[in-house]
């Protein structure tokens, strides 16, 4: 039992803290602007991570295909009433609507055709349009069907009829989604599909009685107006769905968009934790402003705690005083800040089109966010009551060499902390130097001071008294640091995150838009010819062919991307890194181009040419033989001359209308011996079948509609691939070769310039390094044998994986000759690479028409996509929010420090007293804020500069892609540094200049009110002279 | 013998400087009983202060051993030295502002004491207002520190120290910034305190009348008892064969450095041993360098000049329609109770306040007529002034202290080391120069005050309780120095004292009495 004495005893140190609080509240003001800063910050981290996962799963659930949003409940085998009452009273007690049935049947042969049936209940949901034709009720008598399935449709006979089944195709839509049947229905990949919305009847139907089916009940998960707090809830039920029906029976399965909902979950979550790291780092920085904040005021707080001792104050009621006290102004700023950034939070939810209410309840306004409201509180008042208790020069001698070594270890740590922890670095950092600026700053101060003795007054006595009591003015000066650098680094943060985001699109599309094959493989120039391509752009369209070569460096082969690209264009590229090269890129794009032509043309045919007439003699097996035409876009077109046998015979070729240029003869085995080997090679790989024989190709005549016929000298071309030439080439009419038959096909050609100049490659180091002494490397390139030589070395090169063993650029142009020369054709440009000033235009073109089948990638688009993370977005917005909050102590505390309850009077007064008026008091006040700020921009630009080497991480942390290409640069923004510092400096000194231009108009009369005088008058009662 | 309540025994205290190493107490020896007032009389920086502190346990000694009670409080806990110093002792320090917070008002701050010793609040109001009515402070009560004049704070301070009827006092020049009047209603409520309740007292003063209440007095000097003076006979300290003999006694005896000590029946007679040179005189207040220039002497008038602070019923008349012309080239020392408006008096003539009627005049100025630069201009060309609670820069020396003073009013910096040099020496500061201010002793932070104001006055030497920090020796010194400014420099010098020795030597007194 605590008796009544000691009780009251306790009320003393209340009542003192009541009178200090009533008496001078303002002297408080700079640790409770901090502690209600940092609440009001941490409440807008904590609602700003909650957006940030919110778009960031919102933006996975957006990417979902109708597919992957449906529950589809299933059940192999034929079906009973029980099954599908208990598939839709399922899908019903999860809160879907009303499901669509669905019947698919395995393929049947019909009349000779192969086709699949379905049944789907509500078929008109998924048709773009209008059922053309009846569709009725399916019977076996009459069972009307739509042939359902994009592209052309296919020759399905009205009436398909077997025993027992009577089907009658009354028309053909294109369904709308693939939804329904769980795959897009196309006649080219599995055959017609017809459909009826008669699920029953089809299932009824006799004569199909037998074949496997399955049933589907299928209803929509509206996921993309899910949130990301209602995910788990929903993949919980869902998944306890799943449980339920596989109790229930093997037969059922359940399908749902499990993996898009935990991707979205996965991307939401990894929000939080970025940001809250961020945020979290910036509120640690400023609870140091806290405590440096109370540290500097604590000389009040110590005299307050002396005269109490000398009352008698026994240590606990030392510890209540300094507890209530910091108690009740932690308590009262916390609420302040956290009223604040509730609305702050509210206000930043609206704007970014999210539920306010639902953010702050699931962020903010929960039972943890109270529990962290209560714990911050406990926190802060522990922070301030200990610097009050403690001894300050231990306390902050501690907090200098923690944070010293904390501020090497993260520094020398660097860019190789690549995690979440780099984001935490940073605002630590900046708090660690802050305090080893509030601890080093006094010393600064009093040697200034020194320096400054033989100077002029004026400066001399500002540093005087900013070394008179340097704790308050270091706290002004480490303020006003931190907040510079943590300005400074997130200006390094932007400018990395952009040159980086700029960097990893340029890597992934290196002009403007990249043109790639679609789905089926049609390439961008087989849709559209060059002149089209260029028309559109207006501008640079580099066609590329991307493809593996091989090499082997000891006997092992490797294989690595292979890409040919015009090496004029190679100057166009963006995100180019001087360190990317062994030389300048212009340089490189020079040491590619050939020297001359890189390919001889062929024959050029008439345009009334009709036939190819062609001499042919094969000794030792028949040999088929063709011509390949190459059109004035470099297609090849082959035309067939037929079989040679040993006799000899004249072969004709149809010339197919246009232009066209004989590019080479090629030779296969026939069909029949190919599959004879080819079997017996593949039974037997070790030691491959193989024969050959001579084969004399010519007088080859070109023959017109009209006129004279045309022969074609076959004498100097050559035979590579499985031909070869059996002499040196000559001027004759016929060519003479042998033919191998390894099951690959023999081309005879004009000899090309790339049978003796080898194709100018870059490579990376390793491939380089297995070239020859003369620089020469044997490759492979797809499939064929290319001569290169490495003239450049690169480290990287945009679009090639860097994960790769390796990588081969080459000239376009010359690597397409070739690998014509080595099979025509084969050069073709797989993709394009554009540049454009019209990107809209490009873009809508892209986006439709038959340009649509294929696959592109805007270089803008990818710019975007990663600028506009919502992580990355929510750490910038962290960071700048931190820089003004910081600038704002920044302020206040130089204010505070220098002109309010850290200045001290009566130095003042003694100034006063010494006949220094107003003017020179307010001229000395201001050069003592100039020099404050001065000093503290210029440490916190410094320490801005320092942390430019923790940006990379951090931009690499707040990333979407865990490995970017390529690899994050740091970006120190030299210039926008400058203005910052600047600017800062502008700030302030507007700031006080202002202040103390109103504080020493007013200051005297304040001062002399305060003079202590009595209640009496004094009179005059003697005057006495000695 | 009585219950002994403290007990000294070879205690050492040493400060680590920069500077190196000060002993501000070395080898004392002291005994207190109960009920017993003690006073330490003693030159500034003798160690009066620290012997206070260290039985407060507010210092742990470097060596030796210091018993309160009984107990050896030098190597107690913090905690239970909290709990004695809260169950036992009063404490009054040198600064009143150490002891009265600024947000208190006095009736709270006096029951602080009585509060945090769970006193119930009706017996706390009837001791509060028992004690007030003892210092005649009731109707003061309600003030706030600010609010009043530094003599009502240190009796306020008093009362604060005495309301729990502590076992033991620790009073640290309780009448310091007192007048007679004041510092006699103090010095009789200690006296009876100790009577009524057998309270142990110890006064640190420099004061003689104070010292003159006391049961016994100590004189110390560089942290050494010097003398012990028990009813009314001084004796020396014997300690382990070591004799120290006041100085005082040895000069009165002719002796100087070397002395010859023969046993008798009695004791041993000690006389002046062959060769000894006879003790010097007395230094402080002798032989003042003059100098090298005078300055006309300033004319201060006040005409009619009242002052008052506040408006409406809280409205306080500090000063009423007071005419006065003050003899240029003279020394006039202002006198008056505490709160009399002595201090108010000389803001005015140094400009730093404005009469609410009537006329200042300076040289013919009328200081109404001018503003805040045009005062400021006049005292860096005319006025020295040292005000009641100077605050030289602590990490600047006591001449670079002075010099930047000087560099403030316009002399060059030679010219400006050469002034702060030759006022250091006239203030007894030549040796320590060189020290930091922030090492000096109150008093010699008080006459560093004074050498920057004696160095930068050129015709008005304003000084606000000159001695209120300074031993009598050299509160002599201090008020020779202030006569020889007026009579020798030619320097109008107006002082606001209660100090007999100032006043001895004014050449004019004014006596401000509400």
Redesign the interface.
Known sequence: MIPAARLRGWLAPLILVVARGRRRPARWLLPALGIALAAAFAVGVAAESQIAGDQSARSVLHQASPLDSEVRVTWQGPVSPGVANQAQALLHGLGLGSPTEVLLLNQVRLDGLVVRTAGIAQLSRWLPGPWPGRLGPCRPQRCPMLLVGGGPPPKVPSTLAEIGVNIVVVGSSPLRSAVPLGFAPSSADAGPVLVTWDVAGLDALPGLSGLYRTHSWLAPLTITGLRWWQLAGVEDRLAGSQARLLVSGSQFSLSAPFTTLDEARAQASVAPQRLLLAGGGAITALAMFIVLAGGGLRRDQRAELDRLRNAGARARHCALFVAAESGWLCAAALSAGAAVGIGAAALLASSEGEPAGAILTHSVITWAGLITLGTGWLAATVLLGSLAMLRSARVSDLLAVAAASALVAALAAGTGSDQGLALLLAPLCCAAAGVLTFRLAGTALRGAERVARSGPVLPRLALVDLARSPAVPALAIAFIAVATGLGGFALSYRSTLIRSAADQAADRVPLDVLVAPGPDFHTPLEVAPLQRWQALASGAVLPVRRTDANYTPGGATVTVPALGIPAAGLAGIHGWRESDGSAPLTTLARRLEPAGPVRTAGPTLPAAARWLSLHATSRGFPVVVTADLRDPQGTIRQVTFGTAGAGGAVLRAAVPPGRWELQALELEEPTGLAITNGHQNSENPAAATQSSARVALGPLVVLPDRGPSLPVSLGAWRGVGAAASTGPPASGAVAMVGFSASGAPGVVRPAQPTDTVPVPVLTDPATAASAGPDERIALTVDGLPVTARVVGVLSRFPTLDPDSAGFVVADEPTLAAALDARMPGQGRPDELWISTGHLSRVRAALGGGTLAQLDSSFRVDVDQQWLGAPVARGVLGALFAATALSLVLAVVGLLTALLGGGRDERAESDLTEQGVGPRGLRAELRVRLALASVLGVIVGLGIAVLLTRLAVASVRAAGTVADPRPPVVTVVPWAALAAWGVGAVAVLALVGWLATRALIRSGRAGRMSREPGTESGGVPRESAAR | MSEMIVELRDVFCVHRTNEGDAAALAGMNLALGRGEVLSVLGPSGAGKSTILRVVAG?QQPSAGIVRVLGRDIGRMP??TR??L??EL?????QHSD????????MR?AVA??L???????RESHRRVAELLEITALA??ADA?P?????G?RQRFALC??LA?R?ALLLADEPTGELDDASADAVRALIVELARASGTSVILVTHDLATAGVADRTLRIRDGRITGDRLDGEEAVVIDGGWLRLPPDLLAAAGIGRRARVRPTADGVIVTRAAGDPSPAPPAAPEAQPRPPESWTPAKVELWDV?????RGLTR?????????EF?PGRMTAVT?RS???????L?LV?G???ATSGQVMLDGHRLGDLD??Q???????R?G?L?Q???P????SAEENTA??L???GWD?DTAAERAATALTRAGLADRARQRAGRLSAGEAQRLALA?ALA?ARGLLIVDEPTSRQDEANARAVAALLAAAAHQDGQTVICSTHDPAVIGQ?????????
Do not use: N
Request: no cysteine.
């Open positions: 507010l913090a905690r909290s709990r110093r809260h002792m009063g404490f009054l320090g150490a002891a009265l917070s600024p947000d208190l008002r709270a602080l004491p509060r945090l010793r769970g006193t119930p609040r109707d003061r706030l600010a609010e009043l004049s530094g009502e604060a120290a729990h502590p009242a002052r008052s602070f506040g306080r008349h500090v000063l009423g329609r007071l005419t006065h003899a008056g709160g009399a408006g002595k201090t108010t008096l803001k140094a730093l306040e404005r805040a630069e005062l400021a201009s006049l005292r860096r060309q006025i002034y005000s609670e100077p605050a820069i602590d990490f600047l930047l003073i560099r403030i009013r910096a920057r930068s004014a050449d004019h007194v004014v006596t401000l009495d509400g």
